[in-house]
């Protein structure tokens, strides 16, 4: 391998992606020169002409890679590590990184996010290539359309094992875990990923100091994370909501939301405060209002519960205060609401189990939050939590709904990829069907041993195409069920008298 012309070649991409300037590039020639262990450039002009069809570094960071596990400077266990560490080096510090943001916000808050979020693809930190394998499709249901994803990027988690993390001894002390800012050039260790190509920016919220980045396993567009710089356990209160209404002020051209404070209806990180938002519009953001209330001492607000599968209720208005209370006072209403013919308790035994996944974006002037009512009990039939995908659905989702599914985009594991296309076999007799094998534990297909027969009840597919799109059908439909069961007020009479009693606890009326 020519390192020289290795060499050559990042520069190039790091002027053309980088903004790697003109004065800058004898320095980082021979920084680069010098970690490679190489003692002179190349002789004459280098053909680096194939950099310019590069839109990520995939291509150059196979040839970092190679280099340095031939050469003795990695092994490749750590080749993704010195990859991260040859580009965090070509990417501007943080502090230029701050400026620029701050600069292109002033004009315009997407231009912002464009610098950012650029840089995160071009430098590697957002692993573009490996999200592009994600499976993606969307189900119609009719008043609402759901979007699906089979996540090829993560592995699956288990709910009590995320529940564990909060009572769990702090293994590390730096970082303390993968969202502290102390992240930001931070070479990883052991299991702790690489973060020496991350680029952050700072903002305040609700007067504290947070910081922005984007997700590199993003689940939709410009997926981005805002995290506190305190090290400190994920809350759902009024700060809450006084933060998420700052954000869209610094970024109106974004959503913003919270993952639950409790476990088994939160996310997987509960040990850190952070907000995840980005440039989409979530599913749940088209759902209507489908039934008006009041709220007497708010009269400039609109308030009313939204036509969607969890149950939410929304405020919108211009008068941000006013927003911010009247969410507050909701949020504070429902961790002590009890509704037992629902089977919502509020606590046993001192343990809270209501808390809410609050969501916020900005239209126009309008400010609209969006409050979903989550709880988090357990009993005996449903140990994993009476409000969590129920056990018939666990086969395709067994990880907690957190936020970004609650608004009806589903990640689902990536094992689903190899399982689904086996299905499809046998659904289109390209495979056999073979009922008792399928009661192996060892067998791959025997988490779905239940759904198979009941996709062959529905009559064979007559080609793989065919049973390729009733599989996806199928999976829609149980994403649907999935939504059902998260939701605390069910959609019939019961349910709907829950719901009013709620918003009658609330002071809100019709």
Same mark, same amino acid.
């Given at each position: 391998?020519?390192?020289?012309l290795?060499?050559?070649?990042?520069?190039?991409?790091?002027?053309?992606n980088?903004?790697?300037?003109p004065?800058?590039?004898?320095?980082?020639?021979n920084?680069?020169?010098?970690?490679?262990?190489?003692?002179?450039? +190349?002789?004459?002009?280098?053909?680096?002409s194939?950099?310019?069809?590069?839109?990520?570094?995939d291509?150059?960071?196979?040839e970092?890679?190679a280099?340095?596990?031939e050469?003795?400077?990695?092994?490749?266990?750590?080749?993704?590590r010195?990859?991260a560490?040859?580009?965090?080096?070509?990417?501007?510090? *943080?502090s230029?990184?701050?400026?620029?943001?701050?600069?292109?916000?002033?004009q315009?808050?997407?231009?912002a +996010?464009?610098?950012?979020?650029?840089?995160s693809?071009k430098?590697?930190?957002?692993q573009?290539?490996?999200?592009?394998?994600?499976?993606q499709?969307?189900?119609?249901?009719?008043?609402n359309?759901?979007?699906?994803?089979v996540?090829?990027?993560?592995?699956?988690k288990n709910?009590?094992?995320?529940a564990?993390?909060?009572?769990?001894p702090?293994?590390?002390?730096?970082p303390?875990?993968?969202?502290?800012?102390e992240?930001?050039?931070?070479?990883g260790?052991?299991?702790?990923? *690489?973060?020496?190509?991350?680029?952050?920016?700072?903002?305040?919220?609700?007067?504290?100091?947070?910081?922005?980045?984007?997700?590199?396993?993003?689940?939709?567009?410009?997926h981005?994370?805002?995290?506190?710089?305190?090290?400190? *356990?994920?809350? +759902?209160?009024?700060?809450?909501?006084?933060k998420?209404?700052?954000?869209?002020?610094?970024?109106p051209?974004?959503?913003?939301?919270?993952?639950?404070?409790l476990?088994?209806?939160?996310?997987?990180?509960?040990?850190?405060?952070?907000?995840?938002?980005g440039?989409?519009?979530?599913p749940?953001?088209?759902?209507?209002?489908?039934?008006?209330?009041?709220?007497?001492?708010?009269p400039?607000?609109?308030?009313?519960i939204?036509?969607?599968?969890?149950?939410?209720?929304?405020?919108?208005?211009?008068?941000?205060?006013?927003?911010?209370?009247?969410a507050?006072?909701?949020?504070?209403?429902?961790k002590?609401?009890?509704?037992?013919? +629902?089977?919502?308790?509020?606590e046993?035994?001192?343990?809270?189990h209501?808390?809410?996944?609050?969501?916020?974006?900005?239209?126009?002037?309008?400010?609209?939050f969006?409050?979903?009512?989550?709880?988090?009990?357990?009993?005996e039939r449903?140990?994993?939590?009476?409000?969590?995908?129920?056990?018939?659905?666990?086969?395709?989702?067994?990880?907690?709904?957190?936020?970004?599914?609650?608004?009806?985009?589903?990640?689902?594991p990536?094992r689903?990829?190899?399982?689904?296309?086996a299905?499809?076999?046998?659904l289109?007799?390209?495979?056999?069907?073979?009922?008792?094998?399928?009661?192996?534990?060892?067998?791959?297909?025997?988490?779905?041993?239940?759904m198979?027969?009941?996709?062959?009840?529905?009559?064979?597919?007559?080609?793989?195409?065919?049973a390729?799109?009733?599989?996806?059908?199928?999976?829609?439909?149980?994403?649907v069920?999935?939504?059902?069961?998260t939701?605390?007020?069910?959609?019939?009479?019961?349910?709907?008298?829950?719901?009013?009693?709620?918003?009658?606890?609330?002071g809100?009326?019709?």
């Amino acid at each position: 391998m020519d390192a020289e012309l290795l060499v050559e070649k990042l520069i190039a991409y790091a002027e053309r992606n980088l903004y790697l300037q003109p004065a800058d590039t004898i320095y980082m020639r021979n920084t680069l020169l010098a970690e490679l262990k190489l003692q002179a450039p +190349c002789e004459g002009e280098a053909d680096v002409s194939d950099v310019a069809a590069m839109d990520v570094p995939d291509e150059l960071n196979a040839e970092i890679a190679a280099y340095a596990v031939e050469h003795g400077l990695t092994d490749e266990a750590n080749a993704e590590r010195y990859c991260a560490r040859i580009f965090g080096m070509l990417t501007p510090l *943080p502090s230029k990184i701050n400026e620029e943001f701050a600069a292109l916000r002033a004009q315009s808050p997407q231009a912002a +996010c464009d610098y950012l979020y650029n840089i995160s693809v071009k430098n590697g930190y957002i692993q573009k290539t490996a999200i592009s394998r994600n499976l993606q499709w969307s189900y119609d249901d009719g008043a609402n359309v759901l979007e699906i994803t089979v996540n090829l990027s993560k592995p699956e988690k288990n709910n009590k094992d995320i529940a564990k993390l909060l009572s769990a001894p702090q293994s590390r002390k730096y970082p303390m875990c993968a969202l502290c800012k102390e992240n930001e050039g931070f070479e990883g260790a052991g299991t702790h990923p *690489p973060r020496q190509n991350i680029r952050t920016v700072k903002v305040e919220l609700g007067g504290e100091k947070w910081f922005l980045q984007y997700s590199p396993y993003a689940y939709y567009n410009e997926h981005c994370i805002a995290i506190a710089e305190k090290h400190a *356990p994920m809350r +759902c209160d009024g700060t809450t909501v006084r933060k998420l209404l700052d954000f869209v002020d610094f970024l109106p051209n974004y959503f913003i939301g919270s993952n639950a404070s409790l476990p088994i209806v939160g996310g997987s990180i509960l040990n850190h405060e952070h907000f995840q938002g980005g440039r989409h519009t979530m599913p749940m953001h088209r759902a209507r209002i489908r039934r008006q209330l009041y709220a007497d001492k708010y009269p400039q607000l609109r308030v009313g519960i939204l036509d969607w599968y969890n149950s939410g209720i929304q405020v919108e208005g211009e008068d941000k205060a006013a927003v911010a209370e009247l969410a507050a006072h909701i949020i504070e209403a429902w961790k002590g609401f009890s509704c037992p013919a +629902c089977d919502i308790l509020s606590e046993t035994d001192g343990t809270p189990h209501n808390t809410v996944s609050p969501i916020c974006r900005k239209v126009g002037d309008t400010y609209v939050f969006t409050m979903l009512l989550r709880n988090n009990r357990t009993d005996e039939r449903y140990p994993d939590g009476i409000f969590h995908v129920h056990p018939e659905y666990q086969n395709i989702k067994k990880e907690g709904i957190g936020l970004i599914e609650a608004m009806g985009l589903f990640i689902l594991p990536g094992r689903l990829k190899r399982q689904l296309d086996a299905i499809e076999d046998i659904l289109c007799g390209a495979a056999a069907y073979d009922p008792a094998a399928l009661e192996e534990e060892s067998n791959d297909l025997y988490v779905h041993r239940y759904m198979i027969a009941d996709m062959l009840g529905q009559g064979k597919q007559p080609s793989k195409q065919a049973a390729h799109t009733f599989v996806e059908e199928y999976i829609g439909k149980v994403c649907v069920h999935i939504l059902d069961n998260t939701a605390v007020f069910k959609r019939d009479e019961a349910g709907e008298a829950g719901f009013m009693q709620f918003a009658a606890a609330a002071g809100l009326h019709e």
